[in-house]
């Protein structure tokens, strides 16, 4: 691989250091397992197996520790996103094929790098796993002292050897500076965590209660959506026509935020590494053209080999040159592709929560769900790996299409041969001018003697009905041998362009390169897709406000069912407005609620007391005589027992809305948006605000 040198290089080096990273991996899986350990006997299992009988030391104990949720993790993001540039270094040396724990043969190899990319997980867990622990005391503790041990020994590390043999002086600084800065920040988040969690402990700050896997950003979606659409939309600024438009109702999943993180730090170590290995190349090449010098030095300039010797070293210089100044193009294009990777990925999700399939090829509009939840797992690490080959492959091409040019446009010049540069580029874009303009001249030829006028004025283009038969034929027959020179011409045209942007979006997982057809050899893309499906069944903020909701109402309901009906009442006067309010107004009676209809079974004074009450002017007196009257019968227990079922009703559906969208204050009563909704549905403001509202 291309890094191979690089890390046998300063694995090589003479300086002399106690620490040995390699060793230090394989020695850091003893307290990881330990870590694990704790935490998992902290957890307890939802479900009771069979092992708890056996044993009742166990008390559901020993359950699956999680270290991220790959799917619908949106707290703590860039904790995570941190925890995988911790990772960097490593990543680096595996995608090296550097890290060999085993020596096994060479058909075996894909099974050691298995091996070690486990070994490699293993021994990061615990940050993973501390942050999202439940039991946020020992949890932080326990991530504190294990960034603390990667923290310190680094630094041992980066102190006994700080300079290096390629790029000399701090060169281990520059390679572990990144990692460093990620285990500063997770020290300091564990600091955070073990702060916030003494002062929960000890009474100081009230716990927060366990959130539901409703976001916040999620339920302001879905209220955006039920919100009346503003009549003229707010002027953008430049930035969010042309760059990007910041939607604070979407929030990228941990596990995209986590790949971007790493992706920017390899990027960054593989360029190091890349040159490295040009600094080695650069020194080679000195020693060569100082062989050549020393040739032409010794023929004094008369011999043989002395042009094409001198045309060696103008062409080493030139690539030397080139190669320098595409690093920084190469790097940012990988880099604003990164970028764009993000907002394709807010862009598709946001057009399969509205049911819009146009964008996927059409034999990706169902795909596997095997191979969907497989590429979950796949995104993240191909996602780095295509920007690092992505970059080399750039960086490649780049560097020819420089050195085209320094000899087709700078050396005439420098050679003092300019006029004929200028006259060879005029005959070319002449030859170019003349193909394109006869192409554009069958157009309007076509287009002028070969098509029929149009059915109607206001057509954009004429019908496809064919005039002047005779000529057309005879037009067909003489271009038909000239065409032939000029599909040659457009095949080589079409094979440079699919190169160009072939190798251009090399890095670009989110666009296939292939032909339509045959999207299905694109293994990358592929991913991506199935990635995209399995975030939009899983997030999509419509169905999970909508599970959230029921999810919510079925327990309430199951506390409804298990506290007593008395209990559910505190006094009878907070339930006789609602009686009250519910009997004196027979002639408007709200959308919601539901028709009392009397027992005609039951004695007339009984009746006619109950229809008295309802046109008393005196409230008090009405409550009384209802309160009376229903204590004497069974008609009116049933009547007030239906008023309470109804009143909970409403009390519930406001509780819910409440709890799971809660109107914000752009909706609050006396808006727009607000008075819209409460024109056109007025049941609805009634339901939620009572009939006096």
């Not at 990881?32 to 935490?39: D, G, K, N």
């Not at 540039?85 to 058909?107: C, D, H, I, R």
Request: include cysteine; proline fraction near 4%; hydrophobic fraction near 45%.
């Amino acid at each position: 691989m291309l890094s191979t040198y690089v890390w046998t290089a300063q694995t090589n080096s003479t300086c002399v250091t106690s620490i040995d990273m390699e060793l230090f991996l394989h020695y850091s899986l003893i307290p990881s397992f330990f870590i694990i350990m704790v935490l998992s006997f902290l957890q307890r299992r939802v479900h009771h197996k069979r092992l708890d009988d056996k044993s009742y030391l166990l008390g559901n104990r020993f359950g699956i520790v999680i270290p991220l949720d790959f799917i619908g993790t949106f707290n703590n993001r860039w904790s995570y996103g941190i925890a995988f540039g911790a990772t960097a270094n490593k990543v680096m040396f595996l995608f090296s094929e550097g890290y060999q724990p085993l020596q096994v043969p060479q058909w075996a190899q894909a099974v050691v790098l298995l091996i070690g990319g486990i070994e490699v997980g293993l021994s990061h867990f615990p940050f993973f796993a501390c942050l999202s622990s439940d039991f946020r005391l020992i949890s932080s503790i326990l991530g504190f002292m294990y960034s603390l041990i990667w923290f310190a020994i680094t630094i041992v590390h980066i102190v006994q050897c700080p300079h290096g043999q390629l790029i000399g002086a701090y060169e281990t600084v520059i390679f572990y500076w990144p990692s460093l800065l990620c285990l500063a920040f997770l020290l300091g988040r564990f600091v955070f965590m073990f702060v916030k969690a003494l002062k929960i402990h000890l009474g100081l700050e009230v716990q927060n209660e366990e959130r539901s896997f409703l976001e916040v950003h999620q339920a302001e979606h879905v209220k955006q959506l039920m919100r009346k659409p503003p009549e003229q939309e707010a002027e953008k600024s430049w930035f969010q026509r042309k760059i990007y438009e910041w939607d604070p109702y979407f929030q990228f999943p941990s596990r995209m935020i986590g790949a971007t993180v790493l992706a920017f730090i390899c990027l960054y170590l593989f360029i190091i590494i890349e040159f490295c290995i040009y600094t080695y190349i650069v020194q080679e090449l000195d020693v060569f053209e100082g062989g050549l010098e020393s040739y032409v030095a010794s023929v004094n300039e008369t011999g043989v080999l002395t042009p094409a010797i001198l045309r060696i070293k103008e062409l080493i210089t030139v690539a030397k040159d080139v190669w320098m100044l595409t690093i920084f193009s190469a790097s940012l294009t990988c880099i604003s592709y990164l970028f764009h990777i993000l907002a394709c990925y807010r862009k598709h999700i946001k057009r399969l929560w509205l049911g819009e399939k146009s964008f996927i090829p059409l034999k990706f509009h169902s795909p596997s769900s095997s191979n969907s939840v497989v590429a979950i797992a796949r995104y993240s690490g191909w996602q780095i790996a295509y920007i690092l080959w992505g970059y080399l492959i750039i960086h490649v091409v780049q560097c020819l299409f420089g050195v085209m040019i320094m000899y087709g446009l700078v050396l005439p010049v420098i050679h003092n041969q300019g006029l004929e540069m200028l006259k060879g580029l005029g005959i070319g874009i002449l030859t170019i001018s003349i193909v394109v303009g006869l192409m554009i001249l069958q157009l309007k030829i076509a287009a002028r003697f070969f098509l029929q006028p149009k059915i109607k004025p206001g057509d954009k283009q004429k019908p496809l009905a064919l005039n002047n038969r005779k000529a057309f034929h005879n037009f067909n027959y003489f271009l038909f041998f000239y065409n032939v020179l000029l599909g040659l011409g457009a095949c080589l045209f079409r094979l440079f362009v699919s190169c160009i942007l072939g190798t251009w979006l090399i890095a670009r997982i989110d666009r296939t390169i292939m032909q339509n057809g045959y999207e299905a050899a694109d293994m990358g893309f592929q991913a991506w897709i199935g990635m995209l499906f399995v975030d939009h069944y899983h997030t999509n903020p419509v169905l999970v406000g909508f599970c959230h909701i029921l999810l919510m109402r079925n327990n309430e309901r199951k506390l409804q069912k298990s506290t007593p009906y008395w209990h559910l009442n505190h006094s009878s006067a907070s339930s006789e407005p609602v009686s009250q309010e519910r009997i004196s107004g027979p002639q408007e009676k709200p959308p919601l609620s539901k028709e009392i209809i009397f027992d005609k079974a039951q004695p007339s004074k009984e009746t006619d007391s109950l229809m008295n009450a309802s046109g008393n002017d005196s409230i008090m007196e009405d409550a009384t005589s209802i309160t009376a009257v229903s204590t004497r019968s069974e008609s009116e227990e049933k009547i007030l027992s239906e008023i309470q079922e109804e009143k909970q009703t409403l009390e519930e559906l406001k509780v819910t809305m409440d709890t799971c969208l809660p109107i914000s204050q752009d909706m609050a009563p006396g808006n727009s948006d607000s008075g819209h909704v409460q024109q056109h549905y007025p049941e609805i403001t009634v339901g939620l605000h009572g009939p006096h509202a």
